[in-house]
């Protein structure tokens, strides 16, 4: 293959990249790297992907990250980038947010990519307002307490929300 067919190849990869991801994947990678002040090769270990293949990937000699969970790994490290301890540059945070992703072990069905945990969250809030009024999630919210402060405190944010 000649370096004009192989340059062609890149140029039509990075094209379908920024149709299917909205940039090219080396921009986005080039992000994390700076942002959690780590090398290309670990960022590859918490996405769940070769150093060689995400090297691939971003310099367009491959179209796409085939493993949709690594795809949400890379969107989860982007979201945590907003969190205030990694803006921040805090290495405890930064650190935490890396090992948290890597041993992520995100599921993929036909109707969902989750790639944020608080979105579980969210959903799970706006389902038991479907099934409750605010009433009797506050109810039920202060019968568990503090033996189930987690199922408590998600059932009093269901029963704030919906006033």
Same mark, same amino acid.
């Given at each position: 293959?000649? #370096?004009?067919?192989?340059?062609?190849?890149?140029?039509?990869?990075?094209a379908l990249q920024r149709e299917?991801?909205?940039?090219?994947?080396?921009? %986005?990678?080039?992000?994390?790297?700076?942002?959690?002040? @780590?090398?290309?090769?670990?960022?590859?270990?918490?996405?769940?992907?070769?150093?060689?293949?995400?090297?691939?990937?971003?310099?367009? %000699? $491959?179209?796409?990250?085939?493993?949709?969970? !690594?795809?949400?790994?890379? !969107?989860?490290?982007?979201?945590?980038?907003? @969190? #205030?301890?990694?803006? #921040?540059?805090?290495?405890?945070? !930064?650190e935490r947010a890396l090992e948290?992703? $890597? @041993?992520?072990?995100?599921?993929?069905?036909?109707? @969902?990519?989750?790639?944020?945990?608080?979105?579980?969250?969210?959903?799970? !809030?706006?389902?038991?307002?479907?099934?409750?009024?605010?009433?009797?999630?506050?109810?039920?919210? %202060?019968?568990?307490?503090?033996?189930?402060?987690?199922?408590s405190g998600l059932l009093a944010?269901?029963?704030?929300?919906?006033?």
């Amino acid at each position: 293959m000649s #370096a004009v067919d192989d340059q062609k190849i890149v140029q039509r990869n990075l094209a379908l990249q920024r149709e299917w991801y909205g940039e090219p994947l080396g921009d %986005r990678v080039r992000r994390l790297v700076v942002a959690y002040s @780590t090398s290309q090769a670990q960022l590859a270990e918490v996405l769940g992907i070769s150093a060689p293949m995400l090297s691939q990937v971003m310099s367009g %000699r $491959r179209a796409k990250i085939g493993n949709p969970a !690594v795809l949400a790994r890379l !969107v989860m490290l982007e979201r945590r980038v907003l @969190t #205030a301890g990694v803006a #921040a540059g805090e290495r405890e945070a !930064v650190e935490r947010a890396l090992e948290e992703v $890597r @041993t992520s072990q995100p599921t993929v069905g036909l109707d @969902t990519l989750p790639v944020d945990e608080r979105g579980a969250d969210q959903a799970a !809030v706006a389902r038991l307002r479907e099934l409750a009024v605010a009433d009797e999630l506050a109810g039920a919210a %202060r019968l568990l307490g503090e033996r189930y402060p987690a199922l408590s405190g998600l059932l009093a944010r269901a029963a704030a929300e919906g006033d």
